[in-house]
């Protein structure tokens, strides 16, 4: 491409695609940067080889548009934690967050993290958690449900339901 092409001469295309013949490099080159596009080789194996007067970047876009679909979107898991004495407000701003989330099409952990004399209250911790899923279970579904991961967490793992799309076209009428 522009300064790479180092052969004496070669075969021009041009961007309507009519062939101009066989010329030097550089007469090429001029010709390339007076309609503002890029000199690419798209035949190196023929003698001379053949170049063409294009916007390169603009053929790169569409081949990467063509050949990935474009940016993909990966699920991630998305962790959110409370503790047992965790006050409503902020369980209430944590689900909102959750429900974001969830609207985003990704996975969402509630972990609940009992330290010291919490420990005695892992009900309080499964009473939270319940208050969560059932706040969000117009958007998702319980994938895993709530469990004790060792002897200081509690949590639940939620996916977006498959419902989640018409639900918020609903909302929007």
């Given at each position: 491409m522009n300064d790479r092409i180092r052969v004496p001469s070669v075969q021009v295309v041009n961007e309507a695609g009519t062939m101009l013949g066989e010329m030097p490099t550089p007469e090429a080159m001029r010709l390339a940067v007076e309609a503002g596009l890029d000199l690419v080789e798209v035949g190196a194996e023929s003698k001379p080889p053949v170049c063409r007067i294009m916007d390169f970047g603009k053929v790169q876009y569409e081949q990467q548009k063509k050949q990935?679909?474009?940016?993909?979107h990966r699920v991630q898991l998305k962790q959110i934690r409370l503790r047992a004495k965790t006050d409503q407000h902020d369980v209430d701003f944590k689900t909102r967050r959750a429900r974001q989330f969830l609207l985003e099409k990704h996975k969402v952990k509630f972990n609940v993290l009992f330290r010291g004399r919490e420990n005695a209250h892992h009900d309080r911790g499964r009473e939270l958690l319940t208050i969560v899923v059932e706040a969000l279970s117009d958007v998702?579904?319980?994938?895993q449900p709530i469990k004790m991961e060792g002897s200081r967490l509690?949590?639940?793992?939620?996916?977006?339901?498959?419902?989640?799309g018409a639900s918020r076209d609903t909302d929007k009428s």
């Open positions: 990935g679909g474009g940016a993909k998702a579904v319980v994938e509690m949590s639940v793992l939620m996916t977006p339901s498959s419902r989640t």
